[in-house]
């Protein structure tokens, strides 16, 4: 154990680090001001280690990488400087002078998807459960400035619309770097890191801050966490999502689910932007 917190852990193992997510008090690992400090520390421990070449961003929850951010943010008062804040640690990370690689199975949205963003590879477990992208149309950390380098016009698309896609998906369009199935996952995380070992490489690092104050500022205005009626807007797949993460309470997502599907409603009408958009593989 190199490092450990209340949240955050810190292994090695053969000059390779993995930096463990393991927020306690819900099924799924999900971010606040607290916890981005801890992820500060926890970035900062790894700064000074000499024996490192190379840290793995995985969660040590069976449920998830990351959900986003935490319920508990909605009481926040000035949000402003909590993106700023989330912006400052994942940049932090960005530039570490060790590759990083982001473990991605199970829910990886919002906030999470940011965190994956700030790593230099993402690998994805292609699982049923394993989905990426942001419900709710939002980026506060500078993940909208990364995704649009990494995805060009295909960024706005994904933010606009909030679809989330499957592992193989993501890996099609080159959100992540490569995805597997479950039975190959460790075989394909140990190959890789043997190549990085072998072959060290990372990709350019360009720190560009352009898009944050215009991204906090919008952060800031938006009307979070998403009300009953925005969530009914949203495909069936992510209420299950959305109730483990806090958003919805247990009643209300069995209301959602006894809702009549052949009835058309107004809010259906108005037109969703959480329609799953089909990418080409």
């Known amino acids: 154990m190199l490092w450990e917190s209340a949240h955050l852990r810190i292994t090695a193992e053969y000059g390779i680090g993995t930096l463990w997510l393991a927020f306690p008090g819900a099924p799924v690992n999900a971010l606040n001001a607290l916890r981005l400090k801890e992820l500060d520390a926890a970035v900062a421990a790894l700064e000074v280690h000499p024996f490192l070449h190379a840290v793995v961003v995985r969660s040590a929850k069976p449920a998830g990488f990351c959900a986003g951010l935490h319920p508990n943010v909605a009481e926040v008062t000035d949000r402003l400087a909590l993106a700023a804040l989330g912006q400052r640690v994942l940049a932090r990370l960005a530039t570490l002078p060790l590759v990083t ?61 909030g679809c989330t896609l499957s ?83 247990p009643l209300e997502a069995e209301t959602l689910r006894l809702r009549p599907t052949n009835v058309p409603s107004p809010l259906a009408a108005a037109g969703s932007r959480a329609t799953p958009v089909r990418h080409a593989a």
């Open 101 to 161: 690689v982001a473990w991605v199975e199970g829910s990886c949205c919002g906030a999470g998807l940011e965190l994956a963003l700030a790593c230099d590879y993402r690998l994805c477990v292609a699982t049923p459960t394993t989905l990426l992208g942001f419900p709710e149309g939002f980026t506060c950390f500078g993940g909208g400035p990364r995704l649009r380098r990494l995805l060009g016009r295909r960024a706005e698309e994904l933010l606009a619309t």
């Open 167 to 249: 592992g193989r998906e993501a890996r099609a369009i080159g959100l992540v770097d490569r995805a597997f199935c479950a039975r190959r996952a460790k075989i394909e995380l140990r190959t890789f890191l043997d190549e990085l070992e072998r072959h060290p490489r990372c990709p350019g690092r360009n720190v560009d801050e352009s898009g944050w104050v215009a991204e906090r500022r919008a952060f800031a205005q938006l009307p979070w966490p998403p009300t009953i009626n925005e969530v009914a807007r949203c495909p069936p797949q992510q209420w299950d999502e959305l109730l483990a993460r806090g958003f919805i309470t």
